[in-house]
Structures are given as C-alpha cells and as structure tokens.
C-alpha cells in the first residue's frame, strides 16, 4: 500500500511540479501571477489530443508540436496583452485580472471548439499497464513521472548552465543591469513566459491520457500547481519543484490513508497555513517578503 | 582628437517633469570626463539615457556615439555598440556567482576564448574578487560589489565605460582604490565618463569635468581650472 501510495503520490506531484514551475518562472520574470497558468494544461492537453488522436501524428512529434504551439501562445501572451499593459503603466492588480479574462476565454473556446464532454485521450503505448518492483500502474502514469522530472531536470541545465538561461535568470534578478549587459529583457520575459505555457501544456499532455481531456482540467490542476509553487517558495524553480511534488504526496496519502473527499481541502489547507506560518516557503524564498 | 559621445541640446521629460534641461557635453576618445552635482541634478538621468536604459520616449535632443545617434535604442543594442555602465548602486546580480556576473558581462561577445583571459586580468587588478569567485553577488561586501561591477563593464570590453557614483556608501580607503583602477582602466585606453558626489576625489582624478546642476550644465572646464574656481570650491569642495 505505501510504496503504491508512494508512487502514485510521486506521479501527480511531477505533474504538480511542472505548473508550480510555470508560476515561479512567471512570478520570478515579471512579479505577477497569472491565473491563466492552468488554462496552459487545458490548452495543451487538446492540443495534444488533436495532434495525436484526430490527426493521428506520432506521439513524440504530437509532443514536440504542443510543446511549440503553447511556446508561441505563451510569447503572444506576453507581448500581447501583459506587456501592452505594462507599457500603459497600468496597476499591476489590472494585469493579474486580464489574466483572468484570458482564463476564461480559453475555457470559452476549447469548449465552443471541442464541447463540454470529457474526451478520451487515446492510449499512448501498447502494454496498458507497467509493473515496476511490485507496483503496478498505467504505462502512461509512469511515462508522466519520468518525462515531468526529466523535464524539470532539463529546466534546470538550460537554466543555470547555459549562458541564455543565465541570462534569463539575471534579467528577473535585475533586468536594469541586464540590459546594460546586452540582455535583451523584453524578449528574455516574452521567452519566460513561453516556457511557462510550454512546461504547462506538457503536464496537460502528460494528464490527458490519466484524466480525461476538459474545458476546465486546467483550471482544477492548476490550483494545485499554484499551491505546490507556495509551499516550496512562490518564485523559486526548485522549491515549485519540490513543493510540487509534496503536495501531490500529501494529498495522494491522505486519499490512501485517510479520506479521498477531504484530499483537495488539505492541500488548500496546506497552502494557507504556509501562508501564515512560512511564506517564504521550503526554499525559503524572500520574493515574496520583499514586495 | 575625435569626440566618441556628443549629447546635443538634450532634455530629459520623466512625463512632465522636466529633468534634464538641454545639456550640451562630449567626451573624447581616450578622456576621462567627470559630470558633478548636488543630489537630484540629472546626472543619472543623464547617464542612463546615453546607456538606453531610460524611457526613451522622455528624451528630446540628440546623443551621438561615434558620429551616430543613438538617443532610440534599447539598452541591450546600445552595449552592442560598445558603451558599459556601472550602475548607481552598482546593480550586481546577488543570486550569480562573481564568476558567473562577469560572465554575463561579456554577454555580447562572441570571441569566447579570449573572455577566459579577460576573467583572470580582473582578478588580477582586483585580488579580492578571485578569492570570491565562486560566492554570490549578493553576499559581497560594497567594495567588492564595485569592484565586480566595473570588472563586469570590462568583460565587455567596452570603448566607452560609464559610472554612476562609484564611490557610493565606500569607506575612504576603498574609495581610494576604485579610483585608482578607474585611472588605470582609462590610461589602459578605455574611455571613461563617470559622475560623482564626492568632487573632490572626481575633480583629482578626470582630465574635464561638467558641473550640473537642477537639470543643467553650469561650468565646463578642465578639472584643474575648476578646481580653482572659487564657486566649484565653496559649493562643491567645501573650502
Ligand atoms: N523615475 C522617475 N520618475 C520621475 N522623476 C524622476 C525619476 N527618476 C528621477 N527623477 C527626477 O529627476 C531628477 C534627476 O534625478 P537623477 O536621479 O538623475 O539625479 P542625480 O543627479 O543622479 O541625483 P543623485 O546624486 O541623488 O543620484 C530628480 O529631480 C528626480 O526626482
Ligand atoms: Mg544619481
């Protein structure tokens, strides 16, 4: 029970961990929150689902294509709406509704375009079930747990051993003195948020087949992510990593042990109570005090 | 010799608030030029603007770099064209490493191998920042983080290099020590342009300086000349 449990708590957390990701590279580059985040997984699990079941491409290429479609909406998004704002010099409260605005709009769309029903993402490889030392679980559970943490780990590398990556971290530390370095900052958060949609429509990809594909997937599984980027320290990669992480554990061990009604309100709860006790969160990042 | 930055009848707006009045100043290659002021004169206005890191829509007149304006571009373009900046309080990256903040100072350069070289002769002029190489930014003491941040502008390898205060919150030893590289780095052939509070250590160390004040350029002379006015001395040196 515990090593499935485990396991299980694990998968959903990678999935947590890739959205938490999205927020505090978005948070980290601009200081906002945008509560379109979540819509990225929604958009990105049609997206897969019209790549791979309705135009029947291969997975790995239905992949790398969601991948770049939520890449080049993410960039819109940016340039289009948050930065045409922010060249009004608008409150940034306005900017965080706009998201919400957004939000709503593609929840509007996937459903005009594709209905209310929930979609079956078709099976993605051809053993339905993997046993791996015991534990038994649907092959794309595993493929979703490998893929988020090799994903993160990627993150990671671009992030802190390449020199654009360097770069991109240096224009959200100090986009004055970046720019004076040659960085340009506009395109370097236009491409944090890029990767942010990306990172999310992957975990939308990685969900459909374990879920169901619908309008408001994104939006349920987003919050988790928001709470997962908290509990780790709101603007840290890692932390979102790993308070991700523990809170898909959390709240998978307390649906085993425990009761799988109350699973959602714990994780809420969680995130309140580091509110209040622990802001700064596990990584104790200060983003959040300093403002 | 040829002027490397001319700024022509510029005004700074911050909306309506007209910072900078229509200054006219130059810098000629190879010089080391002072711009002096009480707080809120304009000076940083004056710097940032000529580096893009300002709005540029508040700016009216022209800023020439090598006989081309260049009072539109972003700042990331204008470091392309060879113009660095240390900025007002120094600006270090506090989450890289010494080594990684002078890394992306060489962010344009794309003669790879000789930046390696360039790292070391910073260590090499500033010994107390390869004992810190691989600390963060942010834990540096602020004559270490001067220190980075002009090592930074010379991994550029800049033509013109700009400093905002460099003797900001510095104990005068420090002070002292900023300067003296500072002079090393222009008699080494970088051209330098750098405001300063504390005139008296500006005013013995540049070749010319401008006195700015509420906005505008008030006596532009040789630092030696101005050093002998007596208005430069009563307001600005305090004899
Ligand atoms: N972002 C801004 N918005 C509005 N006004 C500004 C802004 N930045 C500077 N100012 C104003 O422009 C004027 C010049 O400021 P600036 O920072 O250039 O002065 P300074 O000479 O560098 O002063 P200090 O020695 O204190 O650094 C000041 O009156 C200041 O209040
Ligand atoms: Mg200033």
């Given at each position: 029970m515990f090593k499935i449990l485990l396991i299980n708590g694990l998968i959903i957390g990678g999935v947590y961990g890739l959205i938490a990701l999205g927020y505090s590279l978005i948070y980290r580059a601009s200081g906002l929150m945008s509560f379109a985040q979540g819509d990225m997984i929604t958009l990105g699990a049609y997206l897969g689902l019209t790549f791979?079941?309705?135009?029947?491409?291969p997975f790995f290429l239905s992949f790398i294509l969601t991948f770049a479609c939520a890449f080049i909406v993410g960039v819109l998004l940016e340039k289009g709406v948050i930065r045409a704002l922010l060249n009004k010099s608008v409150l940034p409260i306005y900017i965080v509704l706009a998201t919400i605005a957004i939000s709503y709009i593609i929840q509007n769309a996937t459903q005009a375009l594709f209905g209310t029903t929930t979609l079956r993402f078709p099976?993605?490889?051809?053993?339905a079930t993997l046993t791996i030392s015991g534990i038994t679980a649907q092959t794309e559970a595993f493929a979703c747990l490998v893929i988020s943490l090799a994903l993160m780990f990627l993150l990671h590398l671009f992030m802190t051993k390449t020199k654009f990556g360097t770069a991109m971290r240096s224009a959200a530390m100090d986009p004055l003195a970046a720019e004076s370095c040659g960085i340009n900052t506009s395109m370097s958060t236009g491409i944090t948020w890029a990767l942010a949609a990306a990172i999310a429509s992957i975990a939308g990809m990685l969900l459909g087949p374990m879920y169901g594909v619908y309008t408001t997937l994104g939006s349920v599984v987003g919050r988790k992510g928001f709470a997962g980027a908290v509990v780790g320290g709101y603007g840290n990669m890692y932390g979102a990593m790993v308070g991700g992480i523990i809170l898909g554990l959390v709240e998978t061990f307390v649906a085993g042990y425990w009761t799988g009604t109350y699973k959602n309100l714990i994780a809420y709860a969680i995130l309140i109570l580091f509110l209040f006790v622990k802001p700064t969160g596990i990584f104790n990042e200060k983003a959040i005090q300093d403002v | 010799m040829a002027k490397l930055l001319e700024l022509i009848d510029f005004h700074y707006y911050y909306g309506n608030i007209h910072s900078v009045k229509g200054i006219n100043m130059h810098v000629e290659e190879g010089e080391m030029v002072t711009l002096i002021g009480a707080n809120g004169a304009g000076k940083t206005t004056t710097l940032q603007s000529i580096s893009g890191l300002t709005k540029r829509k508040g700016i009216q007149g022209r800023i020439l770099f090598n006989g081309k304006e260049i009072q539109t571009y972003p700042g990331s373009k204008v470091a392309g064209l060879g113009i660095a900046q240390a900025l007002e309080g120094r600006h270090i990256f506090s989450k890289l490493t010494v080594d990684e903040n002078l890394r992306m100072g060489a962010y344009l350069r794309k003669d790879t191998k000789n930046i390696k070289d360039d790292i070391d002769s910073v260590y090499k002029r500033f010994p107390r920042l390869l004992e810190r190489r691989n600390q963060l930014g942010g834990t540096l003491s602020g004559g270490e983080q001067q220190m980075l941040a002009i090592g930074r502008c010379l991994l550029s390898r800049p033509k013109l290099m700009l400093l905002d205060e460099p003797s900001l919150g510095l104990a005068p030893l420090i002070v002292k020590e900023i300067f003296i590289a500072i002079n090393e780095i222009n008699r080494e052939g970088t051209t330098v342009l750098f405001v300063e509070q504390n005139s008296k250590i500006a005013l013995s160390t540049a070749h010319r300086g401008y006195v700015m004040q509420t906005g505008e350029i008030v006596m532009s002379d040789t630092c030696k000349n101005l050093m002998e006015n007596t208005e430069v001395k009563k307001a600005y040196l305090g004899v």
């Amino acid at each position: 029970m515990f090593k499935i449990l485990l396991i299980n708590g694990l998968i959903i957390g990678g999935v947590y961990g890739l959205i938490a990701l999205g927020y505090s590279l978005i948070y980290r580059a601009s200081g906002l929150m945008s509560f379109a985040q979540g819509d990225m997984i929604t958009l990105g699990a049609y997206l897969g689902l019209t790549f791979y079941s309705i135009l029947r491409l291969p997975f790995f290429l239905s992949f790398i294509l969601t991948f770049a479609c939520a890449f080049i909406v993410g960039v819109l998004l940016e340039k289009g709406v948050i930065r045409a704002l922010l060249n009004k010099s608008v409150l940034p409260i306005y900017i965080v509704l706009a998201t919400i605005a957004i939000s709503y709009i593609i929840q509007n769309a996937t459903q005009a375009l594709f209905g209310t029903t929930t979609l079956r993402f078709p099976q993605v490889f051809s053993t339905a079930t993997l046993t791996i030392s015991g534990i038994t679980a649907q092959t794309e559970a595993f493929a979703c747990l490998v893929i988020s943490l090799a994903l993160m780990f990627l993150l990671h590398l671009f992030m802190t051993k390449t020199k654009f990556g360097t770069a991109m971290r240096s224009a959200a530390m100090d986009p004055l003195a970046a720019e004076s370095c040659g960085i340009n900052t506009s395109m370097s958060t236009g491409i944090t948020w890029a990767l942010a949609a990306a990172i999310a429509s992957i975990a939308g990809m990685l969900l459909g087949p374990m879920y169901g594909v619908y309008t408001t997937l994104g939006s349920v599984v987003g919050r988790k992510g928001f709470a997962g980027a908290v509990v780790g320290g709101y603007g840290n990669m890692y932390g979102a990593m790993v308070g991700g992480i523990i809170l898909g554990l959390v709240e998978t061990f307390v649906a085993g042990y425990w009761t799988g009604t109350y699973k959602n309100l714990i994780a809420y709860a969680i995130l309140i109570l580091f509110l209040f006790v622990k802001p700064t969160g596990i990584f104790n990042e200060k983003a959040i005090q300093d403002v | 010799m040829a002027k490397l930055l001319e700024l022509i009848d510029f005004h700074y707006y911050y909306g309506n608030i007209h910072s900078v009045k229509g200054i006219n100043m130059h810098v000629e290659e190879g010089e080391m030029v002072t711009l002096i002021g009480a707080n809120g004169a304009g000076k940083t206005t004056t710097l940032q603007s000529i580096s893009g890191l300002t709005k540029r829509k508040g700016i009216q007149g022209r800023i020439l770099f090598n006989g081309k304006e260049i009072q539109t571009y972003p700042g990331s373009k204008v470091a392309g064209l060879g113009i660095a900046q240390a900025l007002e309080g120094r600006h270090i990256f506090s989450k890289l490493t010494v080594d990684e903040n002078l890394r992306m100072g060489a962010y344009l350069r794309k003669d790879t191998k000789n930046i390696k070289d360039d790292i070391d002769s910073v260590y090499k002029r500033f010994p107390r920042l390869l004992e810190r190489r691989n600390q963060l930014g942010g834990t540096l003491s602020g004559g270490e983080q001067q220190m980075l941040a002009i090592g930074r502008c010379l991994l550029s390898r800049p033509k013109l290099m700009l400093l905002d205060e460099p003797s900001l919150g510095l104990a005068p030893l420090i002070v002292k020590e900023i300067f003296i590289a500072i002079n090393e780095i222009n008699r080494e052939g970088t051209t330098v342009l750098f405001v300063e509070q504390n005139s008296k250590i500006a005013l013995s160390t540049a070749h010319r300086g401008y006195v700015m004040q509420t906005g505008e350029i008030v006596m532009s002379d040789t630092c030696k000349n101005l050093m002998e006015n007596t208005e430069v001395k009563k307001a600005y040196l305090g004899v």
